[in-house]
């Protein structure tokens, strides 16, 4: 898998793209990841992506040129399954659309900055506008590395326990079920006794128990699906 992404402030994204499982995943030579500077790609002498916005809105726009420029040079490169744009009114990203986009083989995603994009970009050249919850960021950086993260970790070799990632939150529109670990028993807290049981069907039986129950009161909505 390639991820090409593009923003205008690339170090936000150094640390989360470089470490713990996505980095495992880099050099495993199970996904590629490139950071492009929008920057590079503009013909302002000083470097600029944003103009004022046409009519009387407050804030600044991204401009339609450089990143036209950038994407016809990405796709001049390779195929790509998906044209991303993080932005607070797209789809909310979900576990359900993680698993999907980890089968993509290519997807670029642009960083949302500033006020937002010029419009034309949005009806030309994205094919998927995705965000990360009902609140606005700074920019999309952190957005994308949410993303990346949440697709590249359920791609086949990036964890070593590859049922572990089956077995995370939503991934059956269930929360996870409660878990412990040693010591049994801490402060007069006790471990459940059913997970000392050595019984593992019956273990089961009580983790799905649990995992509804805790869905049925935290996360109702989820039951709906």
């Known amino acids: 898998m390639r ?94 659309m993680a698993n999907s986009m980890s089968m993509l083989q290519n997807i670029i995603i642009l960083c949302g900055h500033y006020k937002g994009i010029d419009h034309r970009i949005r009806e030309h050249l994205i094919t998927k506008e995705i965000s990360v919850g009902d609140f606005v960021l700074t920019g999309g950086e952190l957005a994308a590395a949410i993303i990346a993260d949440a697709v590249i970790r359920i791609i086949p070799g990036a964890i070593s326990d590859e049922q572990s990632a089956l077995s995370d939150c939503f991934q059956d529109n269930l929360l996870a079920p409660p878990i412990y670990t040693r010591p049994a028993e801490y402060k007069g807290w006790k471990v459940p006794d059913i997970l000392l049981s050595g019984n593992e069907a019956k273990v089961r039986e009580w983790e799905l128990e649990q995992a509804y129950e805790r869905t049925r009161l935290l996360r109702p909505d989820l039951l709906k699906e």
């Open 3 to 96: 991820i090409d992404i593009i923003s205008v402030l690339p170090e936000l994204l150094d640390g989360p793209l470089n470490h713990s499982i996505v980095e495992r995943a880099k050099k495993k030579n199970l996904v590629e990841i490139e950071v492009h500077n929008l920057r590079d790609y503009s013909t302002d002498k000083h470097r600029r992506v944003d103009d004022y916005a046409f009519g009387f809105g407050a804030g600044m726009v991204m401009q339609i040129e450089p990143i036209d420029r950038i994407i016809t040079h990405l796709k001049s490169q390779r195929e790509y399954d998906e044209v991303i744009y993080t932005s607070p009114d797209g789809e909310t990203f979900n576990q359900k």
